[in-house]
């Protein structure tokens, strides 16, 4: 089975531990089966690169590591990083902010 994540692609989040602590990004992927989310610009790692044609360099290049999913908290346009919580509108179930009840 497979897990639910709160956080889904193209959410901003921030990220409350670890070396980017306070940075705020779009999540680019969400890998279910690791726990992880990869945030574009944040946890930034080198990387040796194996050059695969004649136009691509090569070399040691910086790419975004994921960061495990605890680590990020998802951001309300009003009041910040949040947690979140669900209503039932209708048939539809809408992810909203536990603080403000707006949904995100």
Known sequence: MEKKFKIRKD????I???KDKGKRGAVVRVLRDKDRVIVAGANLV???MKRRSQ????????????LHV???M???KKCGPVRIGYKIDGDK??????KCGEAL
């Open 16 to 18: 409350i531990a670890g």
């Open 70 to 72: 605890s680590n990020v």
């Open 74 to 76: 998802i951001v309300c």
């Open 11 to 14: 959410d901003t989040v921030e």
């Open 46 to 48: 080198k990387k040796a």
């Open 93 to 98: 179930k809408v992810r909203v902010c536990r």
């Open 55 to 66: 136009q691509d360099r090569g070399g040691i290049v910086e790419i975004e590591a994921p």
